[in-house]
Structures are given as C-alpha cells and as structure tokens.
C-alpha cells in the first residue's frame, strides 16, 4: 500500500475538529506547544467553545497545524511503510512537520508567525472567492480584469481567486452568468496565494532562516511543496517555495498529480474537514479516500490503514 496524507487548509475548523485525538496519549505534547501561541488557552478549549475565533488568521493557522500533527502523532505506528505528504496552503507548513523537516513547536510557532505577517502585509477589504465550473483560463482572465488574481489551482476547473472584496463580489457574479457551477466569496478576509502579500513572504522568509535545519528520521513520508507539487529533496529550495506559496499561485492539482504519481492506493486527509479527500476523489478515482474526521475513533482508521 502507498498512502497519500494529505493536510488540511484554514476554513474547515468547528468545535468537534479534535475529538477523535484530545485524549490520545501521543497527542498531549502537541495541545501544550499551542498553549503558549493562543495565550494560555488549550486549542481543544478553543475549538469547543466555537465562534468566530476559529476563523481568525492566526488562530485558525495555528489550529490547523495542531489538527495535522495531533492526527499524525496519534496515527504514526498505523501509517505504511511507503508514504507521501502535502499540505494544502497552511497545512503546508504542517507538512513538514509530518515529514519530520521541523519538529512540532518549531511548526506552531512559524504558524503564528506566517499569520501575523500575512495579517500585517494584507490590510482590510480584501479576501477570496471559490470558483468552480470554468476553465482555469477562462477563471484567470476574469480575474485579470476585476484587478484580482488566480490563488489556488484545484482543478482544471475549480480555482479560488484574490482580490479586494468588492471585485470578488462582481467577479463572481460574472462567473455565474458565463456558466459556473459556484461562485462565492468566502469567509476569509485575506488575499493568500497572491502578490497583495509580497511582504508576507519576505517576512515568513527570514522567519524560516531563523529555524535550523532537520535531518528527518528513518520511514517518515516523502515531502511534496504545496505551491507545485515538486517533491523537496534540498531543505532550502524547499523553504524558499514554503514562503512563496503566501504570495504566489499555489498549484494543489499538481500535488494530487504527484500524489497520484507516486503510486498511492489510499489516501487519508488528517484534517479538520474533508475537503481535500473530496478533491482527491475526483482526482484519483482509482484510490481509496477517507478523511480523519470520517471515522468514529482513532481505532477504525488504524483498521481501515490495516486492509489489504
């Protein structure tokens, strides 16, 4: 078996994300090292009691990563021998720490960090909108003539686009008419994956440089950028696109290819939410898909990794 793991993005945090890991005993280092980023509070306190701090920037980074590596730590002795790992915009970050590139507090305190300068560098009335039922040329054009741009390429035709606010607003307008199947503009109030946040990666870029180098361990997944689905063989290429992804176009489509290029069979989204293993179920219709948060405990997807 070859398992693709894949890590999730900001937007799919809810109050249940860590139930299936907040009692594991692999998993209470990584709820501590979070502690001190969200002032004192444990981010499974957080996520139960809801509201809006889920959804904000460095909240929602940080919770993200602890979701993937929480999962990770709790799955590690059920994963197959043979592996590979993206992470989807933040969970790229988590990605690493999967892959044994950086170690868990090392992780959580770069989310904060890629957070505060993505917030820093983004000002307000910006954000992002999900289109799907265009081409991504016909999506790249409209966004080029709403002052907006191409952020993330889910499929040959999903994309997410951004930009100020009102321009997603009649750029999605636009996309209906011309025949898209959905076009909204999301609850995120900052323009990722763009030039807007050119500052953002420089920042995130010495942020990175600070942070020695790791040798990971023996059998740990074979690491895959999130900005082109490029496997990381050399530490520094792979940080530099680590901090690009923030300002740059990232091309998820090409990390699934690769995923699917390696030969995985399986695939297994860590979380919170499910919509990478949605994704990846039309883009690797042959595999065997399931997110985390689909199972009922810990157990079943030990079970599930264990069949033939």
Known sequence: MTLAILLSGQGGQHPAMFDITAEHPATQDVFAAARPLLDGADPRDLARAGGDTLNANRTGQILCCVAALSAWRALAEAMPDRSIVAGYSIGDLA?????????????????????????AASGAGFGLAGIRGLSLATLEDLAARHGCHLAIRNAADSGVVGGPRAALVALCREATGAGAQRAVVLPVHTPSHTPLLDAATAAFRDALAAVPPRRPPPRMPRLVSGLDGSTVFRDAEGRDKLALQISRTIDWAACLEACREYGADRVLELGPGHALATMARAALPAARVHAVEEFRSLDGVADWLARP
Do not use: S
Not at 95 to 119: F, I, S, Y
């Open 95 to 119: 990605a690493w720490g999967v892959a044994g590139r950086l170690d868990t507090a090392d992780v959580l305190a770069l989310a904060a960090r890629r957070a505060e300068a993505m917030d």
